[in-house]
């Protein structure tokens, strides 16, 4: 099997990965909880975070 990949941000084995967008200025790929939470963070409004309560 191949190597997992960590999150760029909480080091994390990411089963599902996500590339951060250019302005977040993020090298690495992310995990879906802290995808969610740089979204939120820098996009606010009405947003409907996933698994909110694991942060």
């Not at 302005?23 to 939120?40: A, F, M, N, R, V």
Request: with cysteine.
């Amino acid at each position: 099997m191949g190597k997992k990949e960590k999150c760029a941000i909480c080091s994390e084995t990411i089963e599902l990965s996500f590339k951060a967008m250019e302005e977040w200025k993020i090298d690495g790929t992310l995990c879906g909880k802290c995808y969610s939470k740089q979204l939120h963070d820098y996009y606010p409004g009405e947003h409907v975070r996933v698994n909110k309560h694991l942060d």
